[in-house]
Every structure is written in structure tokens, then in C-alpha cells.
């Protein structure tokens, strides 16, 4: 994008910052500018020029700039476009870990990661997408330090601490705060993986009228004698979720996933889908800080049917707890597909570090630091955001010019002539971001799968460069 169009996206998402000086707000737009343009590799190589590069530095060391303010125009933002929409906006919760192991100077400030031996921070993100996968924004960022733990702690010195890990699951939903309307209003929905499965967390939920769809990761037990499946009484909730008689089958869109024996491709899985009502009550001895009030909520079970997976695949598993009904199949369904968009956090998560290179800087302070992860998280965000803009509905139909300047699609159309041609500015915005992924070495073979974050971030950087050729050749005619 060239620079023109990416100042205008920086002064949006950080033209609103309050520094404490209009110069730092001005500096922090034109550095954000430049990244967006090359938003790959070091800080260096993302900013070649020493003034713009130093200017980063001296912004970062300014007592007033913090990751706190420098994310805050894009999480109002984010915010303003999650009131604006009149659908169900999901709040995709997820933790990932920033190594900082390389910078020595840091070890003393940063936290333990890894097995321990490592330093850095557990980054936990909370991302607005619409029920139909539209990436809204950044809504929320947490950065911890996981403190170490001295030997022969008590666990209720443990369940007080401030720097529980477990808290962040809450820290991240303090940070948005539930959508204040009526019933008919906007629906905002907390999506969570099994991390968040802890009875702390789900009173937090229900105790602040929050609505929400988490994995369970525990056989917990059920309270009371009304848990019946399809032939007997339960006192489990997995046993309870496994005999729920079915609703109806359906094809449910299973991302790749990393495992032991490598990466798995994505695929659909079919599935049968159950549901039905249950009771929860923290036990005497559940982690956290927890009321053991009684928490009336639904589970939907979703199983992929026996023999469909492919090859040495685990079959799919769901077990879903929510405290929306669930008590028809289109209800269920609704649920399962909130929970099938929680990827794209983990997509969000190799973004911040395939994409923007948030682990490669080497300051030398958290607190210079912090300001610089939050700059390049913000940034990902937006090209979170322009990615998914090639899998909407209406790519097809859309100019590309809607999105990027005339000279972008001209180039990059003029240079993929074998592809369109000739140089032309008809193209849409699939045409447009699948020539940007072949330019980054993207193949676009029939079984391949929606360009990643390395082959896109190639071809923006590429193209960049070919527009600033262009323009250069364009000064040199004009004398």
C-alpha cells in the first residue's frame, strides 16, 4: 500500500492517541505508516531510514507513552464498530507467549515461558469478529508476567495472588465491558477455549450478565438429580453431554491444527450435534476465587461420526457450555458456529509473529518495550483485517480500488500480465490480495489453502516496492 493510503489507515487506528504532545501522536502515526508498508522483519528493516528509526526510540522512552495509550484509539475503535453492528459480535478470547529470551538485559524484568527456562510475557488477546467472521479489531490486550511460584506456597496464598495466571481470562473480559441494551439489543458473545473452563470464571460470567460459549476441558459434577440422558441419571457432565439423544447432523469446518505427528490440513468433519440443560456448583476444594453459587447453563456436544475422520485424524470432539438456550438444533448449531470462529485468534496470534515480527525487537526496557509490542499488535490487527477482506461474500463483486489507490492494482496487475493481461484497475479485491500472495510466493494451486501470513506480508512488502518504482519513474518523465 503505498504511503499515502497507509498514513490514512495509521491516523485512524493512532491518529486519536493521547501522548501528552501532538508531536508524539504525529510521530507514532508516520512510524505506523511506514510498518504498515513493510510490515515485515526487524525494526531496522521496517523502518531503513536511521531518523524514522531513532524517532521510534525517543517515542518509546517518552514517560507518556505506554502500550496502554498507544492502543487505545484502536480498542475505542474497535469498541465504536462492535456498537455499530446490529448482529451477534463474538469476543474471541486467546493467550499466546512473546519470547524476549534474547535480550539479556530484559531477564530480570520479564516472566518465566516455555518450561520455564525462557522470559517473556503470556499476551493474552481479545478479538471482535462478527458471527459471520468479519474482523472487527483488537478489542483487548493483557500482557503478564508469570511470576515464580516459592516452594511451599499455600493455595489460598495462591488463589489471592494479583499475578494468578488464571486471572487473565477475567482481565480480558474486564476490558470490554458487556453490551448495555435491552433485549433486543446487540448480542455480545465470549468465546473461550478450554483455558477459560474454570467455575471462577463462569460466576464471573454469570454474575455480570455476560454471555458466553466456552470449551469444557473437565468432567465436572453435576448438581442435582435432573441430569437424565437418553436412558439413566447422570452425576458426570461428560457422561451427561455423551448421551444427550441427538438433535440432527450437520458439516462442521475443522482448521489445521499442529500436533506431534505435524500439521493436519483443514477439513469438514461430520458431525452429530446434542444438547440439553445442566447444573454446575464449584466443589469445596475448585481453584479460585469462587461463591459455589448454583449455575443453571446449557451443553451442546458436538461428535464427529465414527469413521469419517481422515486417516491417523482424532475424530472431533466438542463439548460446549454456554448459559444461552440451546434447546432446539438451529439453536445448537448457532453455538457451535460461534465456537468454529475461534481461530482466527490463533491466526491473529501468527500474525503478531510470523507477520510483524512482535518477538524480534531487542530493547532493552519493558517499559520501552511494551509501547513498541502494543504499535505492532495494533498493526497486525488492521492486516488481520485486510486479509479476511478477500474471504468476504462479496470479494468477487468489490473493486479493489475500494481498498488500496489505482497505482497498486495497475502495477500489480501490470506485472502479473500473464495472469490479467494487461495493466488494469477492474480488479476485484480477491483478484487483487491473491496476486498480492503470489507476488510473496504463493502458488495457488487447486488444493491449496487461503494465502498464509508469510506469502502476503512478501507480497505487500514487494509490492510496495514496485510502486515506489513506479512513482519514482513517474518524477523522472515529469522533469
Known sequence: M????????AREHFGQADLGDARRTRRLVKTASLILAR????LPSKLPDWSDLMGLYRLAAAEAVTHETVTAPHRHRTLQRMRRHEGVVLLVHDSTELDYTHVAALWDELGQIGNGGGRGYVCHNTLAVTAAGEVLGLANQVLHRRRIVPRGEKPSAKR??????????????????PAAAGRDGPLWVDVCDRGADTIEF????????RHFVIRCGKDRNLDGDEHIGSDRVHRKLLGYARDLLPLGERVVEVAAAASGKGKSKPRAARVVVSSGPLRLRASRFARGECQRLPLDLWVVHVREIEGSAPGAAAALEWVLLSDLPADTFEKACERVDWYGRRPVVEDYHKGLKTGVGIELPQLEQTRRLEPVIGLLSVVAAVLLELRHTARRPDADDTPATTLVPRLHVRVLSGHLR?????????????????GVARLGGYLARKNDGPPGWLTLWRGWSE???MVQGAKAMRRTKSV
Open 2 to 9: 503505498e504511503a499515502g493510503a497507509a498514513e490514512a489507515m
Open 39 to 42: 510490515p515485515g522483519g526487524t
Open 160 to 177: 489471592s495472588h494479583p499475578g494468578r495466571e488464571s486471572r487473565l481470562w477475567l482481565k480480558g473480559c474486564q476490558g470490554v465491558e
Open 202 to 209: 463462569i460466576e464471573y460470567q454469570v454474575g455480570h450478565g
Open 418 to 434: 500473464k495472469l490479467y493481461g494487461q495493466p488494469r484497475e477492474d480488479l476485484t479485491i480477491r483478484q487483487f490480495l491473491y
Open 463 to 465: 509490492l510496495h516496492r
